[in-house]
């Protein structure tokens, strides 16, 4: 019986038509509360006391960086699904979701730049955080590149997982690099064990900021899987009178 | 689980294994080179090369920074040992007394001469009315 649930939910025929069904409502609370969090993190909440006005763009910086590394997270399951189960929906979410991850990616490495110059003075270092996190980057290219160097896509589904399944140890890595080696990059300000160093003030609309990011891109996513799974499977039936 | 289904788990498995292995015993060897910064500490333990330039972090040592003209001199401690900087030029604006700093230059008779200056910021985020009383305490 859960065998075949399964196999039902995990035919990209319900797929387009369950998120087709729930796009509207991620979608526009997404938007809104990304809203809501950077409208209150950039004009109401208070200045930092150490870096004044531009600590702002932690609103940007923070989210960015936390899906950075979700989405790979996310890749790496549907990757463990597809190699097993040989789920080809789990196949077309990695591949589009690996397009929503390096832009995030490069939205992350983008605004710590931007952040760096006034506050470190330099936007560049390669100190372990930053460099672990370029290796993200370069792994999501290489992810999309080597899907679309093959000719056969069943054998390109498989490769492309086996990389993201190799490509998961740096996930840890990013997280602890700020620990385990001294890098100009602070470490963690909110964690699990020893809760936040932010005041509540700047700490709401960062959170706030966060759930939105994740909606927004989980709506990005959507688009990208639904429009990569109707290409793909445009020979089918179904998508002819979908479409 | 279906046999043919243990299996290709079990191959995923080793897969995650020997490119976790793979990766940590490059990190191992490559250790403390990934490090951005030497420690104070590890600067005066007499290890390193006076020719190469290197970058050196810490604490700036409370009043400690005097200037003269566009030179500054300070240092930079790890509470445990301290090194004498001396830079030419304009210090970025989160660099002052008591916060962190990383500079690069080189280390030459006990003396380090930086050429470049980053302010290290720490995880914490007030507002500035919070900070002036917590100071107080």
């Not at chain 1, 006391?49 to 960015?64: D, E, F, K, T, W």
């Not at chain 2, 290197?54 to 003209?69: E, F, T």
């Given at each position: 019986?859960?065998?075949s649930f399964?196999?039902?939910?995990?035919?990209?025929?319900?797929?387009?038509?369950?998120?087709?069904?729930?796009f509207?409502?991620?979608?526009?609370?997404?938007?809104?509360?990304?809203?809501?969090?950077?409208?209150w993190?950039?004009?109401?909440?208070?200045?930092d006391?150490?870096?004044?006005?531009s600590?702002?763009?932690?609103?940007?910086?923070?989210?960015?960086?936390?899906?950075?590394?979700?989405?790979?997270?996310?890749?790496?399951i549907?990757?463990?699904?597809?190699?097993?189960?040989?789920v080809?929906?789990?196949?077309?979410?990695?591949?589009?979701?690996?397009?929503?991850g390096?832009?995030?990616?490069?939205?992350?490495?983008?605004?710590?730049?931007?952040?760096?110059?006034?506050?470190?003075?330099?936007?560049?270092?390669?100190d372990?955080?930053?460099?672990?996190?370029?290796?993200?980057?370069?792994?999501?290219?290489?992810?999309?590149?080597l899907?679309?160097?093959?000719?056969?896509?069943?054998?390109?589904?498989?490769?492309m997982s086996?990389?993201?399944?190799v490509?998961?140890?740096?996930?840890?890595?990013?997280?602890?690099?700020?620990?385990?080696?001294?890098?100009?990059?602070q470490?963690a300000s909110?964690?699990?064990?020893?809760?936040t160093?932010?005041d509540?003030s700047?700490l709401?609309?960062?959170?706030?900021?966060?759930?939105?990011m994740?909606?927004?891109?989980?709506?990005?996513?959507?688009?990208?899987?639904?429009?990569y799974?109707?290409?793909?499977?445009?020979?089918?039936?179904?998508?002819?009178?979908?479409? | 689980?279906?046999?043919?289904?243990?299996?290709?788990?079990?191959?995923l498995?080793?897969?995650?294994?020997?490119?976790?292995?793979?990766?940590?015993?490059?990190l191992?060897s490559?250790?403390?080179?990934?490090?951005?910064?030497?420690?104070?500490?590890?600067?005066?333990?007499?290890?390193?090369?006076?020719?190469?330039?290197?970058?050196?972090?810490?604490?700036?040592?409370?009043?400690?920074?005097?200037?003269?003209?566009?030179s500054?001199?300070?240092?930079?401690?790890?509470?445990?040992?301290e090194?004498?900087?001396?830079?030419?030029?304009v210090?970025?604006?989160?660099?002052?007394?008591?916060?962190?700093?990383?500079v690069?230059?080189?280390?030459k008779?006990?003396?380090?001469?930086?050429?470049?200056?980053?302010?290290?910021h720490?995880?914490?985020?007030?507002?500035?009315?919070?900070?002036?009383?917590?100071?107080?305490?």
């Amino acid at each position: 019986m859960f065998s075949s649930f399964v196999h039902r939910f995990s035919s990209p025929k319900s797929y387009v038509e369950i998120t087709r069904k729930f796009f509207p409502y991620i979608s526009l609370f997404g938007f809104l509360l990304l809203l809501i969090g950077w409208i209150w993190g950039l004009a109401f909440a208070p200045e930092d006391a150490v870096q004044g006005n531009s600590y702002r763009i932690i609103y940007l910086h923070v989210p960015a960086s936390i899906f950075a590394q979700l989405v790979y997270f996310f890749m790496s399951i549907c990757a463990l699904i597809h190699l097993v189960w040989r789920v080809k929906l789990a196949a077309y979410l990695i591949k589009s979701a690996a397009l929503v991850g390096a832009m995030i990616t490069f939205i992350a490495l983008f605004s710590g730049s931007i952040w760096g110059i006034p506050t470190w003075g330099t936007w560049w270092q390669w100190d372990a955080r930053i460099t672990s996190t370029l290796i993200l980057f370069i792994m999501y290219l290489g992810i999309i590149t080597l899907h679309g160097s093959f000719s056969n896509l069943e054998k390109a589904d498989r490769l492309m997982s086996i990389l993201v399944v190799v490509g998961v140890v740096n996930i840890p890595i990013i997280k602890k690099s700020v620990d385990w080696w001294s890098t100009l990059h602070q470490s963690a300000s909110i964690t699990i064990s020893d809760g936040t160093s932010i005041d509540p003030s700047m700490l709401y609309p960062l959170l706030i900021s966060i759930f939105g990011m994740g909606l927004t891109l989980i709506s990005l996513g959507i688009l990208s899987s639904k429009f990569y799974i109707l290409t793909r499977e445009k020979n089918k039936k179904w998508v002819q009178s979908y479409v | 689980m279906l046999e043919v289904r243990r299996k290709r788990l079990g191959k995923l498995l080793v897969i995650l294994f020997i490119s976790a292995v793979g990766i940590s015993l490059i990190l191992f060897s490559l250790n403390s080179k990934l490090d951005l910064f030497y420690t104070p500490s590890e600067i005066l333990s007499g290890k390193i090369n006076s020719s190469s330039r290197i970058k050196l972090g810490g604490m700036v040592k409370a009043n400690s920074i005097k200037r003269l003209g566009t030179s500054t001199s300070f240092l930079v401690t790890d509470f445990q040992a301290e090194v004498f900087v001396k830079f030419e030029g304009v210090t970025p604006d989160l660099f002052k007394e008591g916060s962190g700093v990383v500079v690069l230059g080189y280390f030459k008779d006990q003396k380090f001469s930086a050429e470049e200056i980053f302010a290290k910021h720490d995880e914490n985020y007030m507002p500035p009315e919070l900070e002036i009383g917590s100071q107080s305490e």
